[in-house]
C-alpha cells in the first residue's frame, strides 16, 4: 500500500480526469476513483488552488486546468519527442521546401522545440525556445483545436487573453471558436500574416494514446502559397508522428 495515499489519490484523478472528453460532476469523479464525495471534494479544491483543476460552476463540473496542460507539455518538450520528430521534420522540409517547425503548448503560448530550415529560405521568428500567442499561430490552433472545448474554455476566460500582435486574430473566444472550428473541419490549421506579415504557415497537431495534442507540426512560406499544396504533407507528418507516440 501507498506511504503517501493523499498523492496517490490526487494522480489518480488527475488521471481520470485526463481520460475524459469533457468535464465531469464531482460524484462521477468520487466513484471513478472510488473514493468518499468528501474527500474527492477537498482534492480538486486542492487542485483549483494549484491550477490542475478548474470548476465551471454554471455546470457544475470539474475539468483540467493549465497548470495540468503545463506538465503534459513539458514532457513534449524533453529530449524523446525532439528525437523522435527530428528526422520526420527534415523528410517534410525536403517534400514542401519549406521551413518546418515543431511547437508545444505552454499555457496560452507555444513553445518552439525543433526547426528545420529550407535551404535558401530566410530564417523565421519560429526558432528553437521562441514563445509565441497561441491562438494566433498555426501551430497552436492545430494544437487548441484537438482540446475539448471546455478547456479551450479556460485558457481564453475573457479577452484580455487573446493578445494582440499585428492588429489581426481573433480577439475573443467566440472569435477563437470560429476559427478551430474551421481548422477542424478543414483539417489542419492555418494563420496568414498574423506573426509575421507576408508569412503564412499550416499546421497540424501530434496526438498521443489518449487523442490529447502534444505538439503541433507546420511549415511557414511565403504569403499568397496555396495551403493545400502543403496540408498533406504536414498532416501525414503529424499522423506519422502520432502513431510513434502511440495515438
Known sequence: MSQVPAATR???VLRFLASQPDPVALDRIARACDLPRST???LVNAMIAEGFVVHLEDERRYGLGVAAFEVGSGFARQEPLQR???RPLAALVDTTGYGGHLAVLHGRDVLYVLEERAPGRPPLVTDVGVRLPAHLTAS???ILMALPSSQVRALYPDRAAC??????G???LSGLRTVLSEARQRGYAIEDGEVSDG???VAAPVLDHNQHPVAAVAVTFAHGTAFEEAAGAVRTT????????GG
Request: net charge positive; aromatic share 4%; no cysteine.
Open 40 to 42: 474527492a471534494y477537498h
Open 238 to 245: 503529424a499522423v506519422g508522428l502520432s502513431r510513434r507516440l
Open 140 to 142: 497552436g490552433r492545430a
Open 84 to 86: 523522435i520528430a527530428r
Open 163 to 168: 493578445v494582440d500582435r499585428l492588429g489581426t
Open 170 to 172: 481573433p480577439t475573443s
Open 199 to 201: 508569412l503564412a504557415s
Open 10 to 12: 490526487t494522480l489518480r
